[in-house]
């Protein structure tokens, strides 16, 4: 990570889950026979996502989501697994939203929806770091998005 973007400060349960789960990343291996395959790349940080979906009926089946990059970015993918898994299409938009609203929301009441998720809230604070939190969503929007259009693979730059 380039030395120059500040390292939020979390409290001592949202850190643990945080650190948690960017070193025992879920749903990390990758799904063999994905309907599709989407990228995701944040250059501010450097971070790197790979999503993979299954789409049953229009509803995400199943995800994978592996990459690189700096423990925002990864704890963030990991956690949004077990929230999507099951979820309709209109379903995992609409808790990006607020996920992404929460993040330009330091201050606010965190939805409940999201779950473990609001231990993310503390980066809205930094706005540079806000990327690497929303880069595993936005990649998800975009391959979902491809999904409907008919598309196998999308690229997203955050
Ligand atoms: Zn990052």
């Given at each position: 990570m380039?030395?120059?973007?500040?390292e939020p400060?979390f409290?001592?349960?949202?850190r643990?889950?945080i650190l948690?789960h960017y070193r025992?990343?879920?749903?990390?291996?990758?799904?063999?026979?994905?309907?599709?395959?989407?990228?995701?790349?944040?250059?501010?940080?450097?971070d790197?996502?790979?999503?993979?979906?299954?789409?049953?009926?229009?509803?995400?089946?199943?995800?994978?989501?592996?990459?690189?990059g700096c423990s925002i970015s990864q704890a963030s993918?990991s956690?949004?697994?077990?929230?999507?898994?099951?979820?309709?299409?209109?379903?995992?938009?609409?808790?990006?939203?607020?996920?992404?609203?929460?993040?330009?929301?330091?201050?606010?009441?965190?939805?409940?929806?999201?779950?473990?998720?609001?231990?993310?809230?503390?980066?809205?604070?930094?706005?540079?770091?806000?990327?690497c939190?929303?880069?595993?969503?936005?990649?998800?929007?975009?391959?979902?998005?491809?999904?409907?259009?008919?598309?196998?693979?999308?690229?997203?730059?955050?």
């Open positions: 380039p030395q120059s973007l500040p400060e409290d001592q349960l949202y643990e889950l948690d025992n990343p879920r749903h990390r291996e990758p799904l063999a026979k994905p309907d599709v395959v989407a990228e995701g790349y944040n250059p501010l940080c450097g790197e996502v790979e999503i993979r979906l299954s789409f049953d009926n229009g509803t995400v089946s199943d995800l994978s989501v592996d990459g690189r993918g956690m949004l697994t077990d929230l999507v898994i099951g979820k309709r299409a209109d379903e995992v938009r609409s808790l990006s939203g607020l996920f992404t609203k929460m993040m330009t929301d330091p201050e606010g009441e965190p939805p409940e929806e999201l779950g473990d998720l609001e231990a993310f809230q503390g980066v809205a604070k930094f706005p540079v770091r806000v990327k939190a929303t880069l595993a969503w936005h990649t998800l929007e975009d391959g979902i998005q491809q999904h409907d259009e008919g598309g196998h693979t999308a690229r997203h730059e955050e």
